[in-house]
Structure formats: C-alpha cells, structure tokens
Nanobody, 123 residues
C-alpha cells in the first residue's frame, strides 16, 4: 500500500536548520509531484512547497522563499526539505504528500499523506 514516512523533525533555536526527509513506497514515486505542508495547533494545513516529478519545477509559499529548499531523489524514492534560518513561526507538524500534476496545490488535491514530523523552533 501507499506509504509516506516523514523524519528529521526536532527542536531547534531560531536561526538554525533542519532537514526533513519523506520516504515513499507503494507507488511509482517518479510519476508524482511531491509536496510539503505544515499544520500548527488550531490552524489549517498550509502549503509550504512542492516539486514536480522530475525535480525541474518547484513552488514555495512566500513565507519560506529563500529559506527552505525542496529536492527529491527518484532513485531513493525520497523527497527532502532543507529548512534554514528557521523562525518560531515555522513551528508546526510537517507532512509530505503526493499528487498528480503540478497545479492546484490545495491540501484537498493531494492523494495521500504521511504521519507528520514535529518541528519546533524556539525564540
């Protein structure tokens, strides 16, 4: 079955860095757009970034542009999120998801999700 497993979260001070990974299985990874969303307590799941099946195209929410970098390794069925210059407002559970195509990056457009990994940024 389809499985997405996030890892790499943790507690970091503001200005620090984390690298999240999402290992995929159960589907043809190289055929899908992969994305990262985040959800803070009491808030809706928010789009963060996405990468096309080939890695040639990426999208970012304005609040993370220049700080976060998404990448993928189709040979390892893994998508990564490098997070630099972290801010307390980046604190959330981070989820990876898959979708077909590279438009309409609403959460409802994604087919499946991992269980999430907690990122906490202290002031």
């Amino acid at each position: 079955q389809v499985k997405l497993e996030e890892s790499g979260g943790g507690l970091v001070q503001a200005g620090g860095s984390l690298r999240l990974s999402c290992a995929a299985s159960g589907f043809t990874f190289r055929s899908y757009t992969m994305g990262w969303f985040r959800q803070a307590p009491g808030k809706e799941r928010e789009f963060v970034t996405a990468i096309s099946w080939s890695g040639a195209s990426t999208k970012y929410v304005d609040s993370v542009k220049g700080r976060f970098t998404i990448s993928r390794d189709n040979a390892k069925n893994t998508v990564y999120l490098q997070m630099d210059s972290l801010k307390p407002e980046d604190t959330a559970v981070y989820y990876c998801g898959r979708k077909s195509g590279f438009t309409n990056m609403a959460a409802s457009d994604f087919l499946s999700w991992g269980q999430g990994t907690q990122v906490t940024v202290s002031p």
